[in-house]
């Protein structure tokens, strides 16, 4: 499938996030951190922020959950809209509910993993879900470098999902740019989430067509 471009509106400013929703309107998705200062140290925005991001953006809304609980808290946000609704192996209870929760309320579902979380133990889940979220930085924030030492597991996760023959999506998060996409999208990233290197370039459009670009001479 194409590559995906996913701007993370945590490099956006938050004073101004319609319109810098505008700024990315070329692009796929529009990536939501949610963070609770519990699962990960930083504090960002909740439902009621993202239900109204939801009606304002020219592309449709990815939430990545940083967030304990997400097994009370994500349904939610498909509700509010959003396509996709991504919530973290680490910290749901119950991952195979939530993921069928999610799709039934109309929502891609998303798991996402830590750096340090291998994939191994949810290869059983890959049928219950859209996206397989791999982060390429410790989760928390923006402007951090890739870390290199997650190709491998980008690797077997789309080694296993071509092995199952299912149509998962993996996703990559953290430290992307012009630098860095090829070779995530060479170990099998399909969708590229990037802040910093989107927000702040001096031609957003610009940067994310070159970034769809060097990501696509690697299609999966
Ligand atoms: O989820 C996160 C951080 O936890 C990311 O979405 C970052 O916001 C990506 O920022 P860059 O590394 O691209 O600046």
């Given at each position: 499938?194409?590559a995906?471009?996913?701007?993370?509106?945590?490099?956006?400013?938050f004073a101004n996030?319609?319109?810098?929703?505008?700024k990315i309107?070329?692009a796929?998705w529009a990536?939501?951190d949610?963070?609770d200062n519990?699962f990960?140290?930083?504090?960002t925005i909740?439902?009621?922020?993202?239900?109204?991001?939801v009606?304002?953006?020219?592309?449709p809304?990815d939430?990545?959950?940083?967030?304990e609980?997400?097994?009370?808290?994500?349904p939610?946000?498909?509700?509010a809209?959003?396509?996709s609704v991504?919530?973290h192996?680490e910290?749901?209870?119950?991952?195979v509910?939530?993921?069928?929760?999610?799709?039934?309320l109309?929502s891609?579902?998303?798991?996402?993993l830590?750096?340090?979380?291998?994939?191994?133990?949810f290869?059983?889940l890959?049928?219950?879900?859209?996206?397989?979220?791999?982060?390429t930085v410790?989760p928390g924030f923006?402007g951090q470098?890739f870390?290199?030492?997650?190709?491998?597991?980008?690797?077997?996760a789309r080694?296993?999902i071509?092995?199952?023959?299912?149509?998962?999506?993996?996703?990559?998060?953290?430290?992307?740019?012009?630098?860095?996409?090829?070779r995530?999208a060479?170990?099998?990233?399909n969708v590229?989430?990037?802040?910093?290197?989107?927000?702040?370039?001096?031609?957003?459009?610009?940067?994310i067509?070159?970034?769809?670009?060097?990501?696509?001479?690697?299609?999966?």
């Amino acid at each position: 499938m194409a590559a995906l471009i996913a701007p993370s509106i945590l490099s956006a400013d938050f004073a101004n996030l319609e319109r810098d929703l505008g700024k990315i309107a070329t692009a796929d998705w529009a990536h939501v951190d949610v963070m609770d200062n519990h699962f990960v140290p930083n504090l960002t925005i909740g439902l009621p922020v993202v239900e109204r991001l939801v009606q304002v953006s020219p592309v449709p809304v990815d939430t990545h959950l940083m967030i304990e609980d997400p097994d009370r808290w994500a349904p939610g946000f498909a509700e509010a809209g959003a396509q996709s609704v991504t919530f973290h192996a680490e910290a749901a209870t119950a991952p195979v509910r939530l993921a069928r929760e999610l799709r039934r309320l109309g929502s891609r579902a998303g798991l996402a993993l830590r750096p340090a979380t291998p994939v191994e133990p949810f290869l059983d889940l890959l049928s219950e879900i859209d996206m397989l979220l791999v982060m390429t930085v410790e989760p928390g924030f923006g402007g951090q470098s890739f870390i290199e030492g997650t190709l491998p597991k980008i690797q077997r996760a789309r080694r296993a999902i071509s092995a199952a023959d299912l149509d998962v999506w993996v996703q990559v998060d953290g430290g992307i740019s012009r630098a860095t996409i090829e070779r995530a999208a060479d170990a099998g990233a399909n969708v590229f989430v990037a802040g910093s290197a989107v927000y702040g370039a001096d031609d957003v459009p610009a940067e994310i067509d070159t970034l769809r670009q060097l990501a696509s001479k690697h299609a999966h």
